[in-house]
């Protein structure tokens, strides 16, 4: 019976491209016309068959994860981006599409987020050791879309060149008090604290990531001008010249997004400017993935521009700037995973093997859906004056090495 569900189910979806499959009595059915993207995919056992049928998205990523779904790392990227493909065209099943269009219009129920749950979802991702994100990482232990300003960028200058964007957006001088909401392990608040002479508050509620941002800082003898604290930032209670929050929003999740810019539109002094860096969605809004959320990052959310701009639009803020960043995270990604790869050893020497599947379809997930969805990086800049920032883009790009040169040496 199952079989036959997931027969008729991927005879629907693939209309592009050409997808092969081994059942697990050895038989072979070949799906969609062919073209750029093939894949091959062997289904080990009669329950992966019926799990697929039933919850097809929380079973492609556990089945992958226990070998039931028997796909070689080689062939993981295309398969997964034929399945993206072929569900943007729209050729999934209608109950599919009902289960999905159900779970968006509820999100503001199931996301929940109270300041307890808020550090623990956090907790559960990335104080699993902060080790494994060296491993895959830049040097500056970013875990945020990097800004590939030319193609040939090595991961290190991508990583940077998104800094640097970032700190001319937020027209940094020295002296300047700057809030960072959800400063990871601290490497964008010791870049504005290093090369633009700023002040900074960074919060986290990740301990690893505490602990470690405070050791850089101590190491780059800038504790004077950083300040990590184990705080949510609902209960910041200063008032800032600039707030950056780079990779944050996406905890926040939808039910809180008019609390949370509110919350910055409070913090920012009245002539200050805000950066907000956030994966978000070109498309009407949708849920978060059922295996995402349960084994990679629980209560997070990809908000949709309509979603994040209503929030906005509540606020005495202006957005005085919204660039979309297309393009960036699928190399970011590629990066990321090809590093994973090649440091297979010593991840496989701290994680098991399940672990190890786990976090490759994660990275190989992440980075065909940049790929294939309407999916992109939201840079919105906000001001409480429209004044606050020149009406033309053209102080980002022009001048920008001696600028920095200017703030470093001040």
């Known amino acids: 019976m199952w079989r036959t569900v997931l027969d008729k189910m991927l005879a629907k979806l693939v209309v592009t491209g050409r997808l092969g499959v081994t059942w697990p009595d050895g038989s072979i059915t070949a799906y969609g016309p062919g073209g750029d993207l093939e894949a091959e995919v062997r289904l080990a056992e009669d329950s992966i068959v019926r799990e697929l049928g039933q919850r097809p998205v929380l079973a492609l990523g556990e089945g992958y994860m226990d070998g039931r779904i028997d ?37 503001g ?21 902060d080790d494994l994100y060296r ?39 020295p002296g300047m008090r700057v809030l960072d909401i959800g400063c990871g392990w601290g490497g964008m608040a010791l870049t504005l604290a290093r090369d633009y002479g700023a002040h900074v508050v960074g919060v986290t509620l990740s301990e690893n990531q505490l602990a470690t941002a405070q050791a850089r800082a101590e190491e780059a ?21 600039r707030i950056v929050s780079v990779g944050m929003l996406e905890h926040v999740v939808y039910p809180h ?49 309509s979603e994040v701009s209503a929030s906005v639009e509540k606020t005495a803020l202006w957005a005085t700037d919204i660039e979309v960043l297309r393009g960036h995270y699928g190399p970011t990604l590629h990066h ?8 297979l050893p010593k991840v496989r020497e701290m994680y ?44 980002l790009y022009h001048g920008q090495d001696d600028d920095r040169m200017m703030h470093a040496a001040q």
């Open 71 to 107: 796909v070689s790392p080689e062939q993981l990227y295309p398969f997964m981006a034929l399945l993206i493909r072929n569900q943007q065209s729209g050729a999934m099943p209608r109950w599919f599409d009902t289960v999905q269009a159900l779970r968006g219009w509820t999100r």
């Open 109 to 129: 129920i199931e996301q929940r987020n109270n300041p307890l749950r808020s550090q623990k979802n956090v907790q559960h991702h990335y104080d699993i050791s």
């Open 135 to 173: 491993l895959f990482l830049d040097e500056d232990m970013q875990y945020s879309c990097a800004y590939f300003a030319r193609p040939d960028m090595t991961l290190e200058a991508a990583q940077k060149a998104k800094k640097d964007l970032i700190a001319r957006k937020l027209r940094i001088t």
């Open 221 to 241: 003898g800038l504790s004077d001008k950083v300040e990590f604290r184990l705080l949510d930032y609902r209960k910041v209670g200063e008032t800032f010249d």
């Open 257 to 305: 997004l008019d609390a949370y810019f509110e919350k910055v539109d409070a913090l920012l002094a009245e002539d200050g400017i805000a950066l907000i860096h956030t994966i978000g969605h070109l498309s009407e809004p949708q849920p978060t993935s059922k295996w995402l959320d349960k084994y990679i990052f629980p209560g997070g959310y990809v908000p949709s521009l």
């Open 336 to 343: 990321w995973r090809a590093r994973f790869e090649a440091a």
């Open 352 to 395: 098991d093997e399940t672990f190890v599947r786990m976090w490759r379809f994660y990275l190989v997930a992440c980075e065909a859906t940049f790929e294939e969805m309407y999916q992109g990086v939201f840079h919105l800049q906000l001001a409480h004056r429209q004044d606050a920032v020149p009406v033309t883009r053209d102080y």
